[in-house]
């Protein structure tokens, strides 16, 4: 059972920046997804950047070249770099792990962008 925490969310100004990391308590390997997702309120879970193998990362159009998606195998991590944050993008953020028996998801950490 792999667990995830999440950290670095919390409130931030339009066009300001913060970077989220997400810690798996066991070994992820190099070939298994990583990726964060968002839910913001009355409104579905949807991907936001993906990592997979050694593909290219994936990201939602709505985020695509504002954020970047990295992963550190050694330590089992993966981060999100938020940059020129807006409004929208105000959500819960989810740590997700699949391997290839189960997946797994974090608590969240809540992201809020606003004057």
């Known amino acids: 059972q792999v667990r995830l925490a999440e950290s670095g969310g919390g409130l931030v100004q339009p066009g300001g920046s913060l970077r989220l990391s997400c810690g798996a308590s066991e070994t992820v390997l190099a070939r298994d997804a990583m990726a964060w997702y968002r839910q913001a309120p009355g409104k579905e879970r949807e991907l936001v950047a993906r990592?997979?193998?050694?593909?290219?990362?994936e990201y939602a159009r709505s985020v695509q070249d504002r954020f970047i998606i990295s992963r550190d195998n050694a330590k089992n991590m993966v981060f999100l770099q938020m940059n020129s944050l807006k409004p929208e993008d105000t959500a819960v953020y989810y740590c997700y792990v699949r391997d290839s028996t189960s997946e797994y998801w974090g608590r969240g950490t809540q992201v809020t962008v606003s004057l």
């Open positions: 990592l997979r193998g050694g593909r290219d990362p």
